[in-house]
């Protein structure tokens, strides 16, 4: 996958592929991608601007997951040297290959629509939390955990929710359908994670959670805080058909902003306040509560 356009400083994002061997035991870890019905969007159909639009959501959402990938990679590193149980290490080793196909399929949809847009990562501070200094290996493993897979996969799965009811064209739908498939998982590995740790853990180490956990939410405030763009019979500002948006994939911002807030308030923070970790209300009111 490569931007169509080189037009900015910094380094761009961008996807490279090996073949031969290396694709045999990819598709081997990542199955039933070629399956998927590539080639058939006819991007002539829709206006060009929105086509623009729907690659440039379509090049976040690869971002997106590339970063999970890193994400689980450091999450799997912080349970192994924290000695949590085998198997929630053999579970979560599943999805860092999950997360290689998802990468693949947001950029293969960037590929269907003509091109990633020019966007630019710094790899530097990618997929970077600010783990405090002086933790113990478990406290380590609890934070990854709680930022991975109790809020930013969580987040993700219940959006794409929304995405996938909505997607409308057999491609979209399908990609959206395995990515749906496996985040649903992924966001089971914190709560059996912190099933595990329940009982080694006080109630300060709960506190700090909270705050680790409000923290990672407020990397997710763009969500939210993006502006809304209202729909009028069946059309946005813009002058684009909500069925076409729904076509290429992606959710318009009228149900897209609604949605992400509800999402924190009815699903991320109700299930780790079952393991009696719960964000400061006042500081999640006003996080919430913070728009364009
Ligand atoms: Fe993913
Ligand atoms: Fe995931």
Not at 136 to 165: I, K, M, N, P, Y
Request: aromatic share 6%; glycine share 6%.
């Amino acid at each position: 996958m490569r931007p169509q356009r080189a037009d900015v400083r910094d380094p761009l994002f961008e996807l490279d592929w090996s073949g031969g061997a290396a694709e045999h035991h990819h598709r081997k870890a990542c199955p039933g991608i070629e399956e998927l019905p590539w080639g058939t969007i006819d991007v002539g159909l829709y206006p060009s601007a929105l086509v623009d639009a729907a690659r440039r959501a379509w090049t976040e959402v690869t971002i997106a997951e590339y970063r999970a990938y890193v994400a689980f990679a450091r999450v799997l590193e912080a349970m192994a040297l924290a000695r949590v149980p085998l198997d929630l290490l053999g579970m979560g080793a599943a999805f860092v290959a999950d997360e290689a196909a998802h990468v693949e399929l947001a950029g293969r949809m960037c590929m269907e629509l003509g091109g990633a847009a020019p966007l630019t990562v710094n790899m530097d501070t990618f997929a970077r939390f600010p783990i405090a200094e002086g933790l113990s290996h478990l406290q380590r493993a609890s934070d990854w955990v709680v930022r991975v897979s109790c809020v930013s996969e969580a987040f993700s799965a219940a959006t794409a929710v929304g995405s996938l009811r909505a997607a409308s064209h057999p491609l979209s739908r399908a990609v959206h359908e395995r990515i749906l498939a496996d985040e649903s998982r992924h966001t089971r590995l914190g709560p059996l994670f912190l099933d595990w740790l329940s009982d080694r853990i006080d109630d300060a180490e709960r506190a700090r959670l909270a705050d680790v956990a409000l923290d990672t939410l407020g990397h997710l405030k763009p969500f939210w805080q993006r502006r809304i763009s209202k729909t009028t019979a069946g059309v946005t500002e813009e002058g684009w058909k909500v069925d076409d948006i729904h076509a290429l994939g992606w959710l318009e911002s009228e149900k897209m902003v609604p949605l992400a807030r509800q999402v924190v308030t009815k699903d991320i923070v109700p299930t780790l306040a079952g393991y009696g970790i719960a964000p400061d209300a006042l500081a999640l009111d006003a996080l919430l509560a913070q728009s364009p």
